[in-house]
């Protein structure tokens, strides 16, 4: 009698703990690459989008949403909440070596990965897509705390056929026509499609799960389906000015940005549209529609995981974070790219170029690389039905939050405890602030600034007051609450502030190791000048 009454209780303690265990919310990390902030429907943007758009219709949008500037070191930031240089990938892949411990090119040991952080809270972790983060140095998503993985080692490719194209399955390199794997896919699709199946498993596991869902789309070179480009084409021959325009004026109407910020003028190094020939309009049409297909292919991809989350009934308390690695990519330069003979194919190669980069980054300017608000902003959608309270939904939130601060808003969603210490190695800090309290409208506890450097780009952001500069530029300082396309530099008139921040930055400067670039980007330069001479008119 007593061993069966031991059973019983034993059975009522697992089945209670197992209850207490899904009471902890799912979360589901969503990255873009190079998707710019005005390129969703519910930030400005004429691509449709109606699956983000509907998670933020019932979720919470925030208007200041900041990544890092470029790939890599956003994607390190995120996965360890500290920023990139303290992980080790202050740049991108090339490794400086051992006196350069910001500069090694993969995630060190000194940073815990989310999924390692979510895993000893009793979380089942997975990751699907990008990984970038070192895997040529052996630093692998199989290793770092994810118990299910289909991972690409670095993009650059939407289909088997493309040029690089390697896939990773739990550590299991396959080829691109593996039985293991659809037939003809698409990563985008790909990707939401294993995510769905290592969800099966966590499910199956009696485990809340965490999934980090890191696409490619729409990094170029850009392909996608040729009846989605069809959906597009002939709809860009407008011009970039005058889509840049109109997604400003949606941005206003939809109340994602204040009337007063103005729209700085465009990059003077970029042809005035009607100089062009027909031909090149027709060529750049065609260049937007590749990349807008790209897009709504991006947000069916999402319409079939809330969908596929619905149908396991999972969804209401699974927290989706939906937010882009940086701003809108004007990479290689003023015309982009438009390669082979089938844009858009799996053996072409189409850049966008900086006139519809413009339009990618509506109100800002600049792109990405840089840490003006064009290089540095990203639309951040936040959806949790059992969390959110519905008098929320649909709402904007104005305080600024960063890519380091998922992390920590991961410890606190899911209960887990942040380690001083993991495999014997010391850990750093967490620098980033849990953004759950902005779900239902409190004050963020953010103790410190937000610091950025990339390729010697740098800025801090402390409360309204932005300083910010281009490498060997001189600090400018920005009002960001009353100018946040940054055309009013206050620097001459608040010479404290700029003293006071410039301080700060330096002290954060040296304490992740950050060093000076010494590239240049001289096309920059013009854009600046353009830009202060309109704002000295206005």
């Given at each position: 009698?007593?061993?069966?009454?031991?059973?019983?209780?034993?059975?009522?303690?697992?089945?209670?703990?197992?209850?207490?265990?899904?009471?902890k919310?799912?979360?589901?990390?969503?990255?873009?690459d190079?998707?710019?902030y005005?390129?969703?429907?519910?930030?400005?943007s004429?691509?449709?989008?109606?699956?983000l758009d509907?998670?933020?219709?019932?979720?919470v949008r925030?208007?200041?949403?900041?990544?890092?500037a470029?790939?890599?070191?956003?994607?390190?930031?995120?996965?360890?909440?500290?920023?990139?240089?303290?992980?080790?990938?202050?740049?991108m892949?090339?490794?400086?070596?051992?006196d350069?411990?910001?500069?090694?090119?993969?995630?060190?040991?000194?940073?815990v990965?989310?999924?390692?952080?979510?895993?000893?809270?009793?979380y089942?972790?997975?990751?699907?897509?990008?990984?970038?983060?070192?895997?040529p140095?052996?630093?692998?998503?199989?290793?770092?705390?994810?118990d299910?993985?289909?991972?690409?080692?670095?993009?650059?490719?939407?289909?088997?056929?493309?040029?690089?194209?390697?896939l990773?399955?739990?550590?299991?390199?396959?080829?691109?026509?593996?039985?293991?794997?659809?037939?003809?896919?698409y990563?985008t699709d790909?990707?939401t499609?294993?995510?769905?199946?290592?969800?099966d498993?966590?499910?199956?596991?009696?485990?809340p799960?965490?999934?980090y869902?890191?696409?490619?789309?729409?990094?170029f070179?850009?392909?996608?389906?040729?009846e989605?480009?069809?959906?597009?084409?002939?709809?860009?021959?407008?011009?970039?000015?005058?889509?840049r325009?109109?997604?400003?004026?949606?941005?206003?109407r939809?109340?994602?940005?204040?009337?007063?910020?103005?729209?700085?003028?465009?990059?003077?190094?970029?042809?005035k549209w009607e100089?062009?020939s027909?031909?090149?309009?027709?060529?750049?049409?065609?260049?937007?529609?590749?990349?807008?297909?790209?897009?709504?292919?991006?947000?069916k991809?999402?319409?079939?995981?809330?969908?596929?989350?619905?149908?396991?009934?999972?969804?209401?308390?699974?927290?989706?974070?939906?937010?882009?690695?940086?701003?809108?990519?004007?990479?290689?330069g003023?015309?982009?790219?438009f390669?082979?003979?089938?844009?858009?194919?799996?053996e072409?190669?189409?850049?966008?170029?900086?006139?519809?980069?413009?339009?990618?980054?509506?109100?800002?300017?600049?792109?990405k690389?840089?840490?003006h608000?064009?290089?540095?902003s990203?639309?951040?959608?936040?959806?949790?039905?059992?969390?959110?309270p519905?008098?929320?939904?649909?709402?904007?939130?104005?305080?600024?939050?960063?890519?380091?601060?998922?992390?920590?808003?991961?410890?606190?969603?899911?209960?887990?405890?942040?380690?001083?210490t993991?495999n014997?190695?010391?850990?750093?800090?967490?620098e980033g602030?849990?953004?759950?309290?902005?779900?239902?409208?409190?004050p963020?506890?953010?103790?410190?600034?937000?610091?950025?450097?990339?390729?010697?780009?740098?800025?801090?952001?402390?409360?309204?007051?932005?300083?910010?500069?281009?490498?060997?530029?001189k600090?400018?300082?920005?009002?960001?609450?009353?100018?946040?396309t940054e055309?009013a530099?206050?620097?001459?008139?608040?010479?404290?502030?700029?003293?006071?921040?410039?301080?700060?930055?330096?002290?954060?400067?040296?304490?992740?190791?950050?060093?000076?670039?010494?590239?240049d980007?001289?096309?920059f330069?013009?854009?600046?000048?353009?830009?202060?001479?309109?704002?000295?008119?206005?």
């Amino acid at each position: 009698m007593h061993t069966k009454l031991k059973s019983v209780l034993l059975l009522m303690l697992f089945t209670t703990y197992t209850s207490f265990a899904q009471q902890k919310p799912n979360v589901i990390v969503i990255l873009a690459d190079d998707l710019g902030y005005a390129d969703l429907g519910c930030y400005g943007s004429e691509i449709p989008t109606p699956n983000l758009d509907n998670l933020a219709r019932n979720g919470v949008r925030l208007t200041s949403f900041y990544n890092t500037a470029r790939c890599c070191p956003t994607r390190a930031a995120l996965l360890t909440g500290v920023y990139s240089h303290q992980a080790g990938i202050g740049h991108m892949m090339e490794d400086k070596g051992a006196d350069h411990p910001a500069y090694r090119a993969q995630l060190n040991d000194k940073s815990v990965t989310i999924a390692e952080v979510m895993k000893s809270a009793g979380y089942f972790t997975a990751m699907t897509g990008k990984w970038h983060v070192g895997q040529p140095h052996g630093t692998v998503p199989w290793k770092r705390g994810f118990d299910r993985s289909l991972n690409a080692p670095a993009g650059g490719f939407y289909y088997g056929a493309g040029k690089g194209a390697k896939l990773f399955l739990n550590g299991e390199e396959l080829a691109n026509d593996s039985d293991k794997l659809p037939a003809k896919w698409y990563t985008t699709d790909l990707w939401t499609d294993f995510g769905l199946r290592f969800i099966d498993e966590g499910i199956a596991a009696k485990k809340p799960f965490m999934l980090y869902l890191a696409h490619n789309a729409p990094h170029f070179p850009l392909q996608a389906p040729e009846e989605d480009i069809a959906r597009f084409r002939g709809k860009y021959l407008k011009g970039y000015e005058k889509l840049r325009q109109e997604r400003y004026e949606k941005q206003i109407r939809l109340g994602l940005i204040d009337p007063s910020w103005k729209l700085p003028p465009i990059n003077p190094n970029v042809p005035k549209w009607e100089s062009l020939s027909q031909a090149e309009k027709e060529k750049y049409d065609h260049m937007m529609a590749i990349y807008a297909a790209v897009i709504y292919r991006l947000d069916k991809s999402i319409g079939d995981l809330v969908n596929g989350l619905k149908k396991r009934g999972v969804f209401d308390n699974t927290v989706i974070l939906f937010v882009s690695d940086n701003g809108g990519n004007a990479e290689p330069g003023i015309e982009g790219k438009f390669e082979g003979e089938k844009p858009g194919s799996a053996e072409s190669a189409v850049f966008i170029g900086q006139g519809w980069a413009e339009a990618a980054c509506t109100p800002f300017w600049a792109y990405k690389h840089h840490t003006h608000e064009g290089g540095i902003s990203s639309p951040g959608i936040i959806s949790w039905p059992a969390g959110i309270p519905a008098s929320r939904n649909g709402k904007f939130e104005k305080q600024p939050a960063h890519i380091i601060d998922i992390m920590a808003t991961l410890v606190d969603l899911g209960g887990a405890k942040y380690p001083a210490t993991y495999n014997n190695q010391p850990i750093q800090p967490l620098e980033g602030a849990s953004l759950r309290p902005a779900f239902t409208g409190k004050p963020i506890s953010r103790k410190n600034p937000i610091f950025w450097e990339h390729e010697g780009n740098r800025a801090i952001r402390d409360g309204k007051w932005k300083l910010v500069a281009e490498r060997s530029e001189k600090w400018q300082l920005y009002d960001i609450e009353k100018d946040r396309t940054e055309l009013a530099d206050l620097s001459s008139k608040y010479p404290e502030v700029v003293k006071e921040l410039e301080e700060k930055y330096a002290a954060w400067y040296k304490r992740v190791g950050a060093e000076p670039y010494d590239k240049d980007f001289k096309w920059f330069y013009d854009y600046e000048k353009a830009k202060n001479e309109a704002a000295s008119i206005k």
